[in-house]
């Protein structure tokens, strides 16, 4: 009768082994899955995050890139106005010296 429990003891020693042994890797498997899923979503915040930061940092080009037009188109004007200038400034200079070449005839 020793002898059947000490087999049978064997018996279910061994069993809880192969039990054992059966179940790991379906938890590791699970914990791997978990793993995969779970740095996929840190991924995707991620990529969310940096989507965000580009098109905030795209907004902000944008106004930079439009004060920047509107300063170059008030620059231009302001050189039209100058050359406006030194052109009556030559046509000035042009009648005085007619004027005084006259009057010294």
């Known amino acids: 009768m020793a002898g059947i429990l000490l087999s049978t003891r064997k018996v279910a020693e061994q069993e809880k082994l192969i039990v054992r042994s059966t179940r790991e890797p379906g938890y590791s498997q699970l914990d791997d899955d978990f793993g995969t899923e779970k740095s996929s979503l840190i991924e995707e915040d991620s990529s969310r995050a940096s989507q965000e930061q580009l098109s905030e940092q795209i907004t902000i080009d944008e106004g930079l890139i439009y ?27 042009y009648e005085q010296g007619e004027t005084i070449g006259n009057s010294n005839y």
């Open 67 to 93: 004060e920047r037009e509107e300063r170059i188109r008030e620059i231009e004007g302001d050189i039209l106005d100058i050359n406006e200038i030194f052109r009556d400034l030559a046509t000035m200079v």
